[in-house]
Each structure stands twice: as C-alpha cells, then as structure tokens.
C-alpha cells in the first residue's frame, strides 16, 4: 500500500513517516505550503521555509521521496476568508478544525491521490479503529467500510478535537500512526532514530499561518472602527428577566429541589497536562438533572434557554452640569447601578468572550473579561473577576445545518435525550452534558456551567469510552 504522509518538519509527522516506513508501507512524504503573508506574523520571518527544509532532511534521513505542494491559495479560499467573515460577524472561529476538513483532509489528500497514494498519513495524536458488529466483522454501510475515531493515549496531547468533522470517507482514507503512544515516547523514537526534527519545539497559533498577533491579523480585511466598552455589574442580573429565566428553568429541571448551580468554576487551561485533565474545576458543582424533565421541557423554552444574555438593554443617559470656576457647562453619563462605559476600544469584531488581553483598562481589583460583543452596534460589554456571572452558560445549541455526526449510525431523532461526555474547546477536559434533539437543533445541557463560550466554536462529544462521536459549530 503506498502511503502519502504529510511531513511538517516536526517531530510527530516525522516519527509517523518513519513507523510507517518501518512496517513496510511505501511511503513518501509530502511538504504543505499553505500560507505566504510572513507579514502576518510576530516574527515576521519565513517559517515555512524552515519547517520544508527540516522535513526534506527527515525525508532523507528515512530514505523516502519527498515532494512538495503549495495549497495556499484553498487555505485562503477554504480557511482563512471564513475565519475574516465569522470575526465580522462577531463569531469565533476554529481555524486548526477546518484546515484538517478543508485542507489536510480533503485538498492535500487530493494532492497525494494524484501522486499515487492510497492513504494519507498525518502525525496527529488519536486513534482509528474499524468498527465492528457483534460477530466481530467490520460494518459495512452503502459499501463503504465504517470506521471509529478516539482520543489519542496521551490525554496531554489528544487531537481527536481538531478532527471533529471528518466524515467516514475521509477516514477511510486516513492513517494516524503516532496516536497509540505519548509525546514522551515520540521524542525517544526521534532521538534515537536521529531524525532532525527530534528536539524541534511543537508549532503554535493558527494552523499554517503561526502565532501571530490576531487583531493585527484580523485588519488585513476587517476596519477598526472606535467604540465603547461597557462594565457590567453585577446588579443587572437580579433584574435581568432571561437570567431570572434561565436560573428557574434550570431548577424545574433538577432531580430534586435545590438551587441550580450558574456559576464555572476556572482552572487555567494554561497549565495544560495529566494533572489539568483530571482535575474539577475548583467551586463548580454539578447540576443533577431528571432526563424525564429534559424531556418534557418545550421546544421554546428549551430555545430559550440556551440563548445567551443580551446587555442591549443597559442605555445610558447624559446630563449637563456646571464645572470650574466658570461654570463652563460640560455633558457627563448619569450613573447607571447596571453598569457603566469604562473605555474605548476598536472594533467589537477583534474581541471574543473570555478575553481579557488587549482591553487596557485600569481601575479593578480583579481582570476585566469580555462577556458578549455587539458588532452591530460596535459594543464589548465586560465583568469583573474570574466568577462574574456573565463569564457562564449552562446551555448551547447547534443549528440543524452544522450538527455533524461521525458515527452516522448513533445520530439521534428528535424528541431523544442522550447522555454525553462533550468538550467545547481543545484541551478542555470533558464535561458530563445531556444532548436533546429537537426540530430546531440540538441542544447540549451541561451537568456543570462552562465558562466563556463564543460562538463559532465546535462543541464535540464522546462516548465513555473515548470515542469521538459527532460536533457542530455552537
């Protein structure tokens, strides 16, 4: 079987090709050019051009051929103008997620085909397996072989949420070589086998581009445009009719009478590994919820409830008053106990929820974080302190059109509620949720609230197992 392996010139995709060749596959490797503006980046340099020559000495270390191929412009089609026209709109996009269903996985698997391939091979850390009837024979549906997909061992490095949207053909056609073994052990096979690539630091930022400075990268095509940010208090929410909602909807669904918990606990994601992954977050209870009550809840309050908060309501009046010795006549805000306009800022399209970077504003005990944008009216509204009230959400939806499902044999019908293990961001650990189908989409209901949902962002689910099931952008 000959076998296309896309080689980055880091040290995972280098030790796929090289178990790859090891097993007697006809391997060659293939070099991804997918991005040309260096302007776009911190460094400002070439980087691509570093990672192809690392890969060309890997390729020859292995003794493989080695080719390469410039899909820049499919990136941009594909990749990058969806992520401008979702900022635009006041979304966050995943752009790591629809490279590898755009690009890796559907262009660059092209590109090999007409090289000759019958597989593509890439380095990422999860698992495919063939899936299996009772009798032990692969499922076969409208002639095509069913496959599994599940997190990669090392719950450090697990990537099955960068491929939360590959379809059953695309797996079919893919090899993950590295996926059974930890990143510490990847590293030794390198050392060992001498590859170039064997002390190379893990790439960073957006997939092919780099770290860059997004605002700055976003106003390539988006215009800055000066707008206000308001500071919401937490006063607003003993007023607010749809948090009062969502707080009583969320208790009529619990097992048993109690006060429901809206409130994320935060542990930084930044401290990343084994001990992140199986750590609660500290302060957050789970909300034990009666599936007969999620199921009997209506199509509108269920709609309801997974809508986030609008801040459109907090307005703000003006007032003159006399200042000085001569009483010049000057224009002030009056106060509002709900909150109050605390900066500047340009564009509520470069800001996303949960950020707290980039706002330049003083004053505070604790962070300013960004709880909702209005791009529309050019508004970031934020709240104070990691347990600000606006920071959490209990419950998502995803639209009819973007509900995507793996395992096309386990997707649910409406009126169905099923019990799920979901994350909404890559290296979260999985939180216990119900997923209810209904007409309108379907509706994720976390045990525990989530802290700093944006929309545009995948939500994924999985089986107890480990077993990467179905996504859709929320």
Not at 236 to 245: D, K, L, Q, T, V
Request: charged letters at 30%; aromatic letters at 10%; a negative charge.
């Amino acid at each position: 079987m000959k076998v296309c392996v896309g080689l980055s010139g880091g040290v995972d995709s280098s030790v796929a090709a090289l178990l790859l060749k090891q097993q007697g596959y006809d391997v060659f490797a293939m070099f991804m050019q997918n991005w040309h503006d260096a302007d776009a980046t911190l460094h400002g340099d070439c980087e691509w051009e570093e990672d192809r020559f690392v890969a060309e000495m890997v390729a020859r270390k292995i003794g493989i051929p080695f080719y390469f191929v410039d899909l820049s412009k499919e990136y941009r089609q594909r990749v990058v103008d969806y992520m401008f026209d979702e900022y635009e709109h006041g979304r966050t996009p995943n752009p790591d997620v629809l490279c590898n269903r755009e690009i890796k996985f559907d262009a660059f698997i092209k590109a090999g085909e007409r090289m000759g391939a019958d597989m593509v091979a890439t380095g990422h850390y999860c698992r495919r397996e063939p899936l299996l009837d009772a009798d032990g024979n692969q499922v076969v549906t409208g002639g095509r072989p069913q496959w599994r997909i599940l997190e990669g061992v090392d719950p450090n490095k697990d990537q099955s949420y960068f491929l939360c949207q590959l379809t059953q053909e695309q797996l079919s056609k893919a090899l993950f070589p590295i996926g059974g073994l930890t990143k510490p052990q990847v590293r030794e096979i390198a050392s060992r086998a001498d590859l170039p690539s064997a002390d190379k630091k893990d790439s960073q930022g957006i997939c092919f581009v780099g770290k860059v400075d997004l605002p700055t990268f976003l106003k390539q095509k988006l215009k800055p445009s000066e707008g206000d940010v308001v500071e919401v208090y937490d006063a607003y929410y003993s007023r607010s009719e749809h948090y009062a909602f969502v707080h009583d909807t969320l208790a009529a669904l619990m097992e048993d009478p109690g006060e429901p918990n809206m409130i994320a606990g935060y542990s930084s994601e930044d401290s990343g590994g084994e001990a992140f992954n199986n750590r609660r977050l500290s302060g957050c209870a789970a909300n034990k919820y009666s599936p007969e009550k999620i199921s009997a809840i209506s199509d509108s309050d269920l709609e309801r409830l997974s809508e986030p908060l609008d801040y459109g309501d907090i307005r703000f009046e003006t007032e003159t008053y006399r200042s000085g010795k001569k009483h010049l006549k000057k224009t002030r805000y009056k106060q509002n106990p709900f909150g109050k306009i605390v900066g500047r800022h340009d564009g509520a399209q470069f800001y996303t929820i949960g950020q707290r970077k980039g706002l330049n504003i003083g004053g505070h005990k604790e962070s300013l974080f960004v709880i909702a944008t209005d791009v529309r009216e050019n508004i970031i509204y934020v709240g104070e302190g990691h347990s600000h009230k606006g920071l959490s959400r209990n419950c998502l939806r995803i639209a009819p059109q973007d509900i995507h499902w793996i395992r096309q044999d386990l997707e649910m019908e409406d009126g169905s509620v099923r019990r799920y293990r979901v994350r909404v961001r890559y290296r979260q650990p999985l939180q216990d949720a119900w997923l209810v189908k209904r007409r309108k989409g379907l509706y994720i209901l976390f045990d525990m609230p989530q802290r700093g949902l944006s929309d545009g962002q995948f939500a994924v689910w999985y089986d107890a197992a480990g077993e990467m099931l179905g996504s859709g952008v929320y």
